[in-house]
């Protein structure tokens, strides 16, 4: 495998310096922390994930407002007390992205959340345990007992509440691959997904970097060489 310092400076070098790429990671992930997220603000992350995914994300991100209102805060409690009329209504809500198996997936995320919360004394703290060393396994997790939280939804979740997650971008896979890694070229597979894992885990443990600022830098390595502000624009920062 190429040593990641090799694809730091590529990346640097492409993004105009060390300073310009260190200003593109984002802050520090805290895992610990996510166990003070409330179960509303879980789902709430969940929701707007599943609804911005093949979705314009600026779309989503402006009518969320109402997306809060509509969904009566995100509150799991409350919104399983709501009768089947209540759900049916939301199909017809300007409020919201008006899509039956979306909001269905609300629901559904409503009593995923409550029984973690049940088991777990709270959905976040659940997510602060599990191991930063298996985001497969996590992913896996949330794709089998979650609805509509597989594939890239689920990374983009956990990124989105500040877990140290990666994100297996077409980019993050292709700098994979060119330093070495042998997997596909679209790696959706256990077998690459582990690969994958165990990989950014051996640069993690040499560098001392978060996972999400080494999948970043891979993504940043190669591919299409957006500008930094192109970059900001797109990950909101």
Do not use: C
Not at 11 to 36: F, I, Q, T, Y
Not at 101 to 107: G, L, N
Not at 178 to 204: C, F, H, V, Y
Request: proline share 4%; aromatic share 10%.
């Amino acid at each position: 495998m190429m040593d990641f310092q090799e694809i730091r400076a590529r990346a640097a070098k492409r993004k105009g310096g060390e300073a310009a790429l260190a200003s593109l990671l984002g802050p520090m992930p805290d895992n610990a922390a996510v166990a003070d997220i409330t179960d509303d603000r879980i789902l709430s992350t969940m929701a707007e994930r599943v609804f911005a995914a093949g979705f314009v994300w600026r779309v989503i991100e402006q009518k969320w407002p109402g997306f809060e209102e509509a969904f009566l805060g995100f509150e799991p409690k409350r919104l399983l007390f709501q009768p089947d009329d209540f759900w049916h209504e939301l199909t017809a809500d300007e409020r919201i992205v008006r899509n039956p198996q979306k909001i269905k997936s609300v629901r559904d995320n409503a009593v995923f959340v409550e029984r973690v919360s049940k088991e777990h004394g709270g959905f976040g703290r659940f997510l602060a345990d599990w191991p930063e060393g298996d985001q497969v396994g996590l992913m896996a997790y949330l794709g089998k007992h979650g609805s509509r939280l597989g594939g890239n939804t689920g990374q983009y979740f956990l990124r989105w509440l500040e877990w140290d997650a990666f994100i297996v971008s077409a980019d993050m896979a292709a700098a994979l691959r060119d330093a070495g890694l042998d997997i596909a070229e679209g790696p959706t597979s256990k077998r690459d997904l582990d690969k994958i894992q165990n990989q950014i885990n051996t640069w993690a443990t040499e560098t001392g970097l978060p996972r999400r600022h080494i999948s970043r830098i891979l993504a940043m390595s190669i591919g299409e060489n957006h500008s930094p502000e192109a970059l900001r624009e797109f990950m909101g920062e």
